[in-house]
């Protein structure tokens, strides 16, 4: 279907057919039709037939960026008498059904319905509304379920557009307006194709915005917490502790405190940069790398691992000896804080106004210890002990689809929840390792046949570097150009999964093509799983991931879907 923008109010159908005895309906639509905004989808006549129930909802509103509107809408003289409702036609009164409960149902099936075939629940905002177009209702009228203001009536018809707004954003349940890319997504399954469709990339990212707005949803964790000058948020992949630390430095920093965000991966480096820089109040002092921190001191670069664990921290807690007070942080936040060592933690915080006591918020999750620098012991080094940071504990997943957290619930302990939509199933292409790279490259080209953009797509190696990558280290251009990319969603991105912790893309191609140490293999490919938003790709040898993670992982992978990746529209998936 084509986009409604530039449209006038897009009717499903376009010219209802109204017989004698919907005189009424046809009066609210035509009302509707005529004072909604351009950009409104209305439908008439929507029939939901979910499990043994058959539902009709006679007019449906779906408005961008404010919500949705079930309307149950009865003609002639509608009265009540002692809880029972009565229509009158030319017969005379009868009796008829609560309409709000007759909508509420209609309404409840609805979203149950399109939830099912989206692989994402409603959350936006959607309000049950009766309207009476030949009954007078007096304003000051309510009864239990039925507020005045979900009630249209005859009056109501000259200001229709105000009411329906004011219903949906005052009275309707859910968390936010309806996001234009979730209506795109509705119509398909709403202009008479009733099976569910392939997910394409717009359903992707109407997927994806639910997410967004869950995690948004996190801040309240902020606000709980705010007295506290010491605290370790902990939870597992997917639930939204980087969104929690750039917000964290947001309000520190709106108080005009020196801030400190740090992280220990150049990519998640720049995406908080990219993040900061859209700020308009105060920013960090710092954004960024730990070690571009020191290296901004003057303290110079070495060579060698232990150069960079060891004597580089050390250098920095001697240079902090020497810094005026006002040089140094009121705040640190660092992300992926079990990527730090201890003795970076104890440099660190050297560099803050006061280490035992000074405002420090870590975000971490001790499964994805793929460097194995924690050592399970109180963050902060030699500072630790004495003033203990608070565990917070980040339980529900947020940012992938329940498909994918399934792939990895094993590893978050029994209090891990997901909220995030069904979504597609997850597939898996067997293949040699020595074939891994080149089988996870027919993948993105397959991808994109499908209909995904190729910048929602990433393929991640567990081992050596895709060529691509390695063209990048080669050329010289992974500080620069690389990650630039990366970050302006220009293309598909080709990385590796340790490099890529903290960020996320719509589609991962997990390309499992051996790993350099077997024992960290479960940490590796617990990180490539949670990386993928809508869709997980896993390419390997089936194997070589019972032998690298035995029972914890493997059985997630039991209900995925075998996929051959073929370079054409007619790509297909067949059951595992």
């Known amino acids: 279907m084509s986009s409604l923008e530039g449209s006038v109010v897009h009717c499903i159908p376009e010219a209802p057919d109204f017989p004698e005895k919907l005189a009424a309906e046809r009066v609210v639509w035509e009302k509707l039709r005529e004072s909604l905004p351009d950009d409104v989808v209305l439908l008439?006549?929507?029939?939901?037939?979910?499990?043994?129930?058959?539902?009709?909802?006679?007019?449906?509103?779906?408005?961008?960026?404010?919500?949705?509107?079930?309307?149950?809408?009865?003609?002639?003289?509608?009265?009540?008498?002692?809880?029972?409702?009565?229509?009158?036609?030319?017969?005379?009164?009868?009796?008829?059904?609560?309409?709000?409960?007759?909508?509420?149902?209609?309404?409840?099936?609805?979203?149950?319905?399109?939830?099912?075939?989206?692989?994402?629940?409603?959350?936006?905002?959607?309000?049950?509304?009766?309207?009476?177009?030949?009954?007078?209702?007096n304003q000051n009228w309510e009864m239990a379920g039925i507020p005045r203001e979900l009630v249209i009536d005859q009056k109501d018809l000259s200001t229709i557009e105000h009411r329906l707004r004011s219903a949906i954003e005052l009275q309707g349940g859910g968390f936010s307006g309806l996001a234009p890319t979730f209506v795109q997504r509705m119509l398909p399954h709403l202009s008479g194709d009733l099976e569910a469709i392939h997910v394409t990339e717009a359903e992707a990212r109407g997927n994806e915005d639910v997410q967004n707005s869950l995690t948004q949803r996190q801040a309240t964790l902020l606000s709980a917490t705010r007295s506290l000058d010491r605290v370790m948020f902990v939870g597992g992949a997917g639930s939204g502790k980087t969104w929690l630390a750039v917000e964290k430095a947001k309000g520190l920093c709106a108080q005009n405190k020196r801030v400190g965000l740090f992280c220990y991966n150049k990519g998640l480096g720049q995406f908080l940069k990219s993040e900061v820089a859209r700020w308009r109040q105060n920013k960090p002092v710092h954004t960024g790398e730990f070690h571009e921190y020191v290296r901004s001191l003057g303290i110079p670069d070495g060579k060698g691992q232990t150069y960079f664990d060891v004597e580089m921290p050390h250098l920095l807690r001697e240079h902090a000896d020497k810094m005026a007070e006002h040089e140094k942080f009121d705040a640190i936040i660092v992300d992926e804080a079990q990527d730090f060592a201890p003795d970076w933690w104890a440099s660190l915080l050297a560099c803050t106004k006061d280490p035992l006591n000074g405002q420090v918020f870590a975000f971490m999750d001790n499964r994805q210890d793929v460097y194995r620098r924690w050592d399970g012991e109180p963050l902060g080094g030699s500072y630790g002990q004495e003033s203990p940071m608070i565990p917070i504990h980040v339980d529900e997943n947020l940012r992938n689809t329940r498909r994918i957290a399934d792939t990895f619930k094993?590893?978050?302990?029994?209090?891990?929840?997901?909220?995030?939509?069904?979504?597609?199933?997850?597939?898996?292409?067997?293949?040699?390792?020595?074939?891994?790279?080149?089988?996870?490259?027919?993948?993105?080209?397959?991808l994109v046949d499908e209909g995904w953009a190729n910048n929602q797509i990433a393929l991640l190696t567990t081992h050596r570097r895709h060529p691509i990558h390695q063209d990048a280290y080669d050329s010289g251009t992974i500080d620069t150009e690389y990650w630039q990319e990366f970050h302006a969603d220009s293309s598909e991105f080709y990385g590796h999964v340790l490099g890529f912790k903290g960020l996320e893309r719509s589609v991962i191609i997990l390309c499992v093509n051996g790993f350099k140490d077997l024992d960290r293999a479960v940490e590796l490919l617990y990180v490539g799983f949670s990386r993928a938003r809508s869709l997980l790709v896993v390419v390997g040898d089936e194997s070589l991931i019972a032998k690298a993670c035995g029972d914890e992982l493997k059985s997630a992978l039991d209900g995925a879907e075998s996929w051959r990746p073929v370079i054409a529209l007619n790509t297909t998936v067949d059951p595992r």
């Open 44 to 137: 008439h006549s929507v029939s939901v037939r979910h499990g043994k129930s058959e539902h009709e909802i006679d007019l449906l509103v779906l408005w961008p960026n404010v919500g949705l509107a079930a309307i149950e809408v009865k003609g002639g003289l509608v009265s009540c008498d002692q809880a029972q409702w009565y229509q009158s036609d030319r017969q005379g009164p009868h009796r008829i059904q609560n309409p709000m409960a007759q909508v509420q149902g209609a309404a409840h099936a609805f979203q149950d319905w399109i939830s099912e075939r989206m692989g994402t629940r409603i959350s936006s905002r959607f309000a049950h509304i009766v309207c009476f177009p030949y009954t007078s209702v």
């Open 410 to 446: 094993s590893l978050n302990g029994e209090h891990f929840k997901s909220r995030g939509g069904t979504g597609m199933p997850v597939r898996f292409v067997q293949c040699a390792t020595e074939d891994a790279i080149d089988t996870a490259s027919d993948c993105v080209d397959a």
